[in-house]
C-alpha cells in the first residue's frame, strides 16, 4: 500500500525480475510465478492445447505438485466455451481474460504475484470459478504479493500488510485490518490514477511484437 502507484507497480516489476532494484537485494526461494493473467509470451497462432503443452513443458515441476488437475483446468475453460483446439488469435477478450488468469492459476507456485488490475478483475462476478482455484491453491501453504488497492480483495486473499512512503521507505509492517487503517488515516491514494494508470501485464510486452503475437510474461 502507498500513494505513489508508480512505486507500487516498480516493487512489482522488481518481484516479477523485470527490472533491478535501485539498491539492496531481492532474494526468493521457492518458485515465482508471473504476474498473474499475463500473456504469457504465447503465440497467437498456437491454439489453446499447444499453449497449455508449451507453458507445462517449462513450468513441470509447478504443475505436478498443482492442487487442480489438467481435466478439471479444460473442463473449467469449456464453461467459458474455449475449446483446446481453438487458437488463441480466436478468443475475445473476455475469453482471453479468462483463459490467462487461469494458465496462471493452474500451477503450484511458492509465492504468486498479483498486480493490481488483476485483482480487480479476480472480483468480478464472471471470474468467480479463478478466484476460488486460486484460494485453493494458496490452502496448500503458498504465499502471494499484491499491489490492490480493493480493500476486499486483500481481505479475502491477505493476511499481513506493508505501508510503503511515496520513496518507498516502509511506515507500517503488520496485521493486515491494522495496515488498512493505518493507510486511510495516514495516506492519501489517488484511486482513479491507480485504476488507469501502470498495467504491469499489459504494457511489458516483446518489443519485436506484432499484431499476431500476445502479451509477454
Known amino acids: 500500500m502507498s500513494s505513489n502507484s508508480f512505486l507500487k507497480v516498480q516493487l512489482m516489476a522488481i518481484l516479477s525480475g523485470f527490472v533491478y532494484p535501485v539498491s539492496g537485494d531481492f532474494e526468493t526461494f521457492g518458485s515465482l510465478s508471473w504476474p498473474l493473467g499475463g500473456g504469457g509470451g504465447l503465440d497467437s497462432k498456437l491454439t489453446i492445447g499447444q499453449g497449455f503443452d508449451f507453458v507445462s513443458s517449462i513450468y513441470s515441476d509447478c504443475l505436478e505438485a498443482s492442487l ?3 481435466d478439471d483446468f479444460f473442463d473449467v475453460l469449456q464453461t467459458r466455451s474455449i475449446d483446446s483446439s481453438t487458437r488463441l488469435k480466436d478468443l475475445v477478450k473476455e475469453q482471453k481474460d479468462f483463459f490467462y488468469m487461469m494458465l496462471s492459476i493452474l500451477f503450484s507456485f511458492d509465492i504468486y504475484l498479483v498486480p493490481s488490475d488483476r485483482s480487480k478483475y479476480l472480483m468480478t462476478r464472471e471470474a468467480r470459478p479463478l478466484r476460488n482455484l486460486l484460494n485453493k491453491q494458496l490452502s496448500n501453504s503458498k504465499s502471494m504479493v499484491t499491489i490492490s488497492i480493493s480493500n476486499r480483495f486483500k481481505r479475502e486473499f491477505c493476511n499481513r500488510g506493508i505501508v510503503l512512503g511515496p520513496r518507498g521507505e516502509m511506515l507500517f ?18 484511486s482513479e490514477s491507480e485504476e488507469n494508470q501502470f498495467d504491469i501485464a499489459s504494457h511489458l510486452t516483446n518489443s519485436d511484437s506484432n499484431s499476431d503475437q500476445s502479451d509477454a510474461f
Do not use: T
Request: glycine share 4%; hydrophobic share 35%; no cysteine.
Open 173 to 190: 509492517y503488520g496485521d493486515l485490518e491494522e495496515a488498512i487503517d493505518y493507510e486511510q488515516q495516514n495516506v492519501k491514494i489517488d
Open 68 to 70: 487442480i488437475s489438467v
